[in-house]
């Protein structure tokens, strides 16, 4: 069984910065596909950005490209997603999961329990 345990959210203006963090536990890191999806009050999860096993294929939703990054550290097992720009329309909880065959994390296997991101304009 794998376990997520992310970190990292706080409240933050608009146009700052927070990164996550999502360490991963149970098994081979290098074997997962990870990525983040989110959820805002009111509304359905949907997906943020992906990052398949071997960090050469990355996946991010229109409305966060260019703005927010997904990278991982398979020595540290933990993915991060470094979120610039940030908008009130960003205010979510964002939660970690992973997937050990599909890299888009089409319908993810695993997840952790969030961690909320609140932006005041």
């Known amino acids: 069984q794998v376990q997520l345990a992310e970190s990292g959210g706080g409240s933050v203006q608009a146009g700052g910065s927070l990164r996550l963090s999502c360490a991963a536990s149970g098994r081979t890191f290098s074997s997962l596909n990870m990525g983040w999806f989110r959820q805002a009050p009111g509304k359905e999860r949907e997906f943020v950005a992906a990052i398949g096993r071997h960090g050469i294929n990355t996946y991010l939703s229109d409305s966060v490209r260019g703005r927010f990054a997904i990278s991982r550290g398979d020595a540290r097992n933990t993915v991060w997603l470094q979120m610039n720009n940030l908008k009130p329309e960003d205010t979510a909880a964002y939660y970690c999961?992973?997937?050990?065959?599909?890299?888009?994390?089409?319908?993810?296997?695993?997840w952790g329990q969030g961690t909320q991101v609140t932006v005041s304009s």
């Open positions: 999961a992973a997937d050990p065959y599909n890299d888009s994390l089409t319908r993810p296997t695993y």
